[in-house]
């Protein structure tokens, strides 16, 4: 507990809330962090302050006193948070029940997790250093001017541009490559979609080294659309065509409209019973 004096002083849950709230606020404001574990671990502070913010006002409106004492203890015995050792007891009193088998098992379940990013962080720094050694300096296939000097154009139309060639000859960074690109491989769902509304592509190497393509809404539509490939013609069913606007055929009587969405059928207004008992009153 914070020993109050006259250059010390206890927080008031008023101040937590706002310092909550704020925390909140920097967790879903661009830019976001471009790697992906950061990203999580700012997501989940987010979520975290936004649940806890939420429990201590309602706290304040029914027991303002434990409210107090709530926010004492979360400042901290040298108000850089709560006592972890001390929190832990209480985890394993209250959220284990006394059970320190249980509570055990949560501490190696989580070193276990801690061991294993340790691990991928690892291999993913000896792996961009292992390509970066074996990689020349990044160099445009259009002009041979470093990457460092091009920037991209304004929109997905525009082409980019080279500050050391002429103005008239903008064009978008192509990396030089004497050998084959890097072959990447997207796991399906693997996307993350900001806060901004960027749209992020997790990616993987061929050794699993992590790679993220961040795009801009707009880059991320254009995308979308090549992805979606040209459009196909209108479908045929025998001599009938099956979309569009077309002179039906039924009969000459009613303007050209969109075709019935299934083959062989007449138009929308005209069922199989009316047709045939027309027909059979032509007769």
Request: proline share 8%.
């Amino acid at each position: 507990m914070t020993d109050t004096t006259d250059t010390e002083k206890t927080q008031t849950p008023e101040e937590l809330l706002t310092e909550l709230a704020q925390l909140h606020i920097r967790t879903i404001v661009p830019p976001s962090p471009k790697h992906p574990s950061a990203f999580g671990w700012q997501a989940i502070a987010g979520c975290q302050a936004a649940g806890f913010a939420r429990a201590l006002h309602a706290l304040m409106e029914v027991a303002p006193v434990k409210a107090a004492e709530i926010t004492d203890w979360f400042q901290g015995p040298f108000e850089e948070g709560p006592d972890p050792e001390e929190h832990t007891d209480w985890i394993e009193r209250t959220v284990a029940g006394g059970d320190v088998g249980l509570l055990e098992a949560w501490i190696t379940e989580a070193r276990r997790l801690a061991e294993e990013a340790k691990a991928n962080t690892e291999a993913g720094d000896k792996e961009r250093r292992r390509m970066a050694d074996k990689t020349p300096a990044a160099v445009c296939a259009e002009c041979g001017h470093s990457r460092a000097g091009h920037r991209e154009g304004d929109d997905p139309v525009t082409p980019g541009e080279c500050t050391a060639c002429p103005d008239d000859e903008r064009h978008d960074y192509r990396p030089a490559t004497d050998g084959e690109p890097t072959p990447l491989r997207w796991g399906l769902d693997d996307v993350m979609h900001g806060d901004d509304d960027t749209t992020t592509v997790l990616l993987s190497g061929p050794s699993g080294e992590p790679y993220w393509l961040e795009l801009e809404p707009e880059r991320a539509a254009a995308l979308r659309e090549s992805l979606a490939g040209p459009e196909e013609p209108a479908a045929r069913v025998g001599e009938e065509l099956t979309s569009g606007v077309q002179q039906c055929g039924h009969d000459d009587y009613h303007d050209p409209h969109e075709w019935h969405d299934k083959p062989h059928l007449w138009c929308p207004g005209h069922s199989a019973a009316g047709d045939a008992s027309r027909d059979g009153a032509r007769s």
